[in-house]
């Protein structure tokens, strides 16, 4: 294997850089040359294709989003597009490609495996909806950004004696809520994976106030069975407590990551390179406990990610 490429796809997630810069600079120490492809699919399509060496990803360590850009390319899942794609990586001479995104990004990867592309994939989501990785590159750094907006918003809960609704990103997963949530102190966590049972939560916000509490947080997963503003009237309705809501929103999948997400971010790089190099190709690589895993990419596409149910009744308890 001569030369590696490297790209970004699918959503953005803080801690992508230290991922590529890895993937390049563990190249480059192993004589291998790495290249940069820019805005996902849609730049292997385009050949928006640029050399990398130590320097073009010095400074960067520490930076959310990514800079080879990323993108969601429809025109990538049809033949003639991902025909194009298979094209480039041969003009270019790239032996081997690194893609670092969410289940979408995998599924196009795996293809480009069966293709005869050696292609390995990180998983690069702040969604963390991976069965197959107990963390993804991103996740812990969104964690963070939403513990510290409950902080705030906690002070201005206590100050007028409100409830306040926090939504959190994750489409299909409720990672995002479950942890803030547990590490917030919140009152209530709304998670798509879990029915929701408003009188419950009305009856604890009650039970709350009657015994002095001024601050009421609850945490809604953007994908949860109930829209902010049903739970704001139906809350206000059933218990008199006025209620506010704030949507987190991108502020999640920018800035820069945490400690734990670029280590994580250094250590799956370094090991997507080596598995090329080893010759063991069509893996997803992940992280099981303290142990860096690999797994047939359809495989771990396949593995589905439940909800910590345990995490889930200690954070309903200790609220
Ligand atoms: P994420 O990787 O964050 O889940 P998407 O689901 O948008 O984001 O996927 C990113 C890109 O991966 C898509 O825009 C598309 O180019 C490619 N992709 C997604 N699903 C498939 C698929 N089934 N086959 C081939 N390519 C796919
Ligand atoms: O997949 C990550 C994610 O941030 C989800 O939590 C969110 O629903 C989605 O991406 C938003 O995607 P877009 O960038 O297309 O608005």
């Keep these: 294997m001569k030369?590696?490429?490297?790209?970004t796809s699918g959503?953005?997630?803080p801690g992508m850089n230290a991922a590529i810069r890895s993937v390049v600079r563990t190249a480059i120490f192993k004589g291998v040359e790495a290249v940069g492809i820019k805005r996902g699919y849609e730049g292997l399509i385009n050949g928006d294709i640029k050399e990398m060496d130590m320097s073009s990803v010095g400074g960067i360590i520490h930076r959310g989003g990514t800079i080879l850009g990323t993108a969601r390319s429809e025109y990538f899942k049809t033949e003639e597009g991902f025909n194009k794609a298979l094209n480039m990586l041969k003009i270019f001479k790239i032996d081997g490609l690194v893609v670092i995104g969410g289940d979408g990004s995998m599924k196009g990867a795996a293809k480009l495996n069966q293709a005869g592309v050696p292609a390995i994939v990180l998983p690069g989501t702040i969604d963390n909806d991976l069965g197959y990785t107990d963390f993804t590159i991103g996740f812990d750094t969104a964690v963070n950004t939403a513990l510290s907006a409950i902080g705030k918003i906690r002070d201005t809960s206590s100050s007028h004696g409100r409830a306040m609704i926090i939504e959190v990103m994750g489409r299909n997963c409720g990672d995002i809520a479950l942890y803030a949530g547990l590490a917030g102190g919140a009152d209530a966590i709304l998670v798509p994976e879990r029915e929701i049972d408003i009188d419950f939560i009305c009856q604890r916000l009650v039970v709350g106030k009657n015994r002095g509490k001024l601050h009421n947080i609850i945490i809604l997963a953007e994908g949860a069975h109930i829209t902010s503003d049903e739970l704001t009237r139906q809350i206000a309705e059933k218990t008199g407590i006025e209620c506010r809501v704030s949507v987190l929103g991108y502020?999640?999948?920018?800035?820069?990551?945490?400690?734990?997400d670029i280590i994580l971010a250094s250590k799956l790089g370094c090991r997507a390179v080596e598995l090329l190099l080893e010759g063991k190709v069509?893996?997803?690589v992940g992280i099981k406990g303290y142990d860096i895993v690999d797994i047939e990419i359809n495989e771990a596409l396949q593995m589905k990610d439940g909800l910590d149910d345990a995490m889930f009744d200690l954070a309903l308890m200790l609220s």
């Excluded at 030369?3 to 790209?7: K, N, Q, S």
């Design 3 to 7: 030369r590696i490429g490297v790209l």
């Design 282 to 284: 069509g893996r997803a």
């Design 11 to 13: 959503g953005d997630s």
């Design 251 to 260: 502020i999640q999948r920018g800035g820069t990551p945490t400690a734990s």
